[in-house]
């Protein structure tokens, strides 16, 4: 069977999280690793999450999907700097299924969709001009889009996630939830 995060991480998500209905999605750091153990990390919008885990998508081409490929232990990082809160997800990473890369790329805005068609090595190429060009002239082309045949979506299921939440009149404070061979633990650890 597959593990599911436990009922009070369940929460601790919901409510540190939005609803995956809202449009204003938060943007997390992606580390990886390449086939040779280099490390490497990005932003990249959290797209959605249930108690599976949470779920990123991209371009089947980028380096990104190489190096989940080529090793699927990765780590997220999410900040909120304003309400001293940060969440670090330690996780393995796996193809999501069609129908939710489907649903995810339909959530996104006009914006998101088109840059999931235009941002290509070629046209990153192009001075501005020819770029901001490029881009009109495919809005202009396709009013409508689908997925592109290389949109691909992954669910990170968490191993790990560490909620740290900062206090400016006292110490920080991290709770960590863990998977191990006998099920979740909770751990109370210093900032």
Request: charged share 25%; glycine share 4%.
């Amino acid at each position: 069977m597959i593990e599911t995060v436990p009922d009070e991480v369940w929460q601790l998500l919901q409510d540190w999280l939005p609803d995956n209905d809202d449009p204003d999605r938060p943007v997390m750091t992606l580390a990886t690793v390449d086939g040779s153990g280099t490390p490497d990390a990005r932003s990249v919008l959290l797209s959605e999450y249930d108690r599976a885990g949470l779920y990123l998508h991209t371009d089947a081409a980028s380096r990104k999907v190489a190096q989940l490929d080529a090793h699927a232990d990765v780590a997220l990082v999410l900040r909120w700097p304003e309400a001293l809160r940060q969440l670090v997800v330690r996780g393995v990473a796996e193809p999501a299924d069609r129908l939710e890369t489907d649903r995810a790329y339909a959530a996104r805005s006009p914006y998101l969709r088109q840059l999931a068609w235009v941002n290509t090595p070629a046209v990153a190429q192009l001075p501005p001009d020819e770029r901001r060009a490029a881009w009109a002239d495919f809005a202009a082309i396709h009013p409508v889009l689908d997925p592109p045949a290389t949109w691909v979506g992954f669910l990170v299921r968490p191993t790990s996630l560490t909620f740290w939440t900062g206090d400016p009149d006292s110490v920080s404070h991290r709770r960590e939830h863990r998977l191990t061979a006998s099920g979740w633990t909770r751990t109370e650890l210093p900032g």
